[in-house]
């Protein structure tokens, strides 16, 4: 493993596309958090309470946001959807997590005795969950193991469409976990990798700047397939 720890964002990009990894790591473009992701992560500390989008906006949230973005837009739409679901509330909020194993660390959004919940401002897929949240799940997953001694299992929770979807890491999930881990040493040490296309490819930030050759799986989603 790695002789210094690796995020796991590193390590999701470096699943997903190794060249993403390269490129975050080479080009510097000043990071804004995108203002979905900022309504769903300041509504996911009520989960567990009764939802009013006032609320969350008057305590707080109009406060984050530029005037001129539609913050409450999304606020209203995801308090919605969210109502219709019995969602637990959090023992914490944004623990951080590390393995000394794998060599990597990172911050959960919501953690629970028995389980850990990720929040995401989209969204969910028809079924399951994005091959990138459950490699991140993955990497939670292990290192909340290796902290308390005991197996934790994730949740996806997708606060645009009020879905929750539960990951239980299976052997699969460490083998995809291993790919992505040699990926993002190999560019954490200077290399330079090939590139891997697929429809992410469209929400990618430095697809302008990618000049890829057509791939058809991300290393995450070959080994997933293989299972």
């Not at 000394?100 to 629970?112: L, M, N, Q, S, T």
């Amino acid at each position: 493993m790695p002789d210094e720890k690796i995020s796991v964002t590193d390590v999701v990009k470096a699943g997903t596309c190794p060249m993403q990894l390269y490129l975050a790591k080479s080009v510097v473009i000043p990071y804004e958090e995108p203002i979905a992701y900022t309504v769903a992560k300041q509504l996911s500390y009520y989960l567990g309470d009764i939802l009013s989008a006032e609320d969350v906006w008057e305590e707080g949230l109009k406060n984050m946001v530029p005037e001129d973005q539609p913050a409450l837009s999304y606020l209203e739409k995801m308090v919605a959807a969210c109502s219709k679901v019995t969602w637990r509330q959090a023992e914490r909020y944004d623990v951080s997590v590390y393995s000394e194993k794998y060599g990597i660390y990172g911050k959960v959004d919501r953690f629970f005795d028995d389980s850990f919940s990720l929040v995401k401002s989209g969204e969910a897929p028809t079924r399951g969950v994005y091959l990138h949240d459950r490699l991140r799940v993955i990497c939670y997953a292990v290192c909340l193991e290796e902290m308390f001694g005991k197996p934790f299992y994730g949740r996806v929770e997708y606060l645009g469409s009020g879905t929750i979807r539960s990951v239980v890491v299976e052997p699969k999930d460490r083998r995809a976990l291993f790919l992505a881990l040699r990926a993002a040493e190999k560019v954490m040490n200077g290399g330079i990798p090939k590139v891997v296309r697929g429809p992410y490819c469209t929400w990618c930030k430095f697809v302008d700047t990618c000049s890829a050759v057509e791939k058809p799986k991300s290393l995450f989603s070959k080994m997933m397939s293989k299972a």
